[in-house]
């Protein structure tokens, strides 16, 4: 699920980005740049929906429950690098938690009609990418 999450995190941060184009602070003269990169629309946060949307899947089930917390708390440098390296606002790292959080919530929620397909499909690719191999008996089906 968490990996559902980050995907749909990532798409939902791509549609905001082409209703909306917020300009990065190096668009309008602000700071300092440090790092070059592509001046796309910086709301929200690609990297910090991503991590946040693992952390927070993560947080809601009780098996991995404290390896979601580590990463929901290793993302704040995630976030502050992005804001002193120049490329994004505070505000674009706050977008990114509530789009994090709004992805981990949904997916989490709507799990049973999604979930059963996509490992049907994965299983399915793997075992047409991996037959040889299952053949001989050098990869389980």
């Not at 699920?1 to 209703?19: D, E, K, S």
């Not at 606002?89 to 709507?110: K, N, Q, S, T």
Request: charged share 10%; hydrophobic share 55%.
């Amino acid at each position: 699920m968490a990996a559902v999450a980050g995907g749909l995190g990532l798409f939902a941060n791509q549609i905001i980005g082409m209703m909306w184009m917020h300009p990065r602070p190096f668009m309008v003269g602000l700071g300092h740049t440090l790092i070059t990169h592509a001046p796309d629309s910086s709301f929200p946060s690609d990297h910090l929906t991503l991590w946040w949307a693992v952390a927070f899947s993560l947080l809601a089930s009780s098996r991995v429950r404290r390896l979601g917390g580590v990463l929901a708390v290793s993302g704040i440098p995630v976030a502050w690098s992005r804001i002193y390296l120049g490329v994004h606002f505070p505000l674009d790292m706050a977008g990114a938690a509530v789009v994090a959080a709004i992805c981990a919530w949904g997916v989490r929620f709507e799990a049973h009609w999604y979930l059963t397909p996509l490992y049907n499909l994965a299983l399915a690719l793997h075992q047409r990418l991996f037959r040889g191999l299952i053949k001989r008996g050098w990869v389980a089906p």
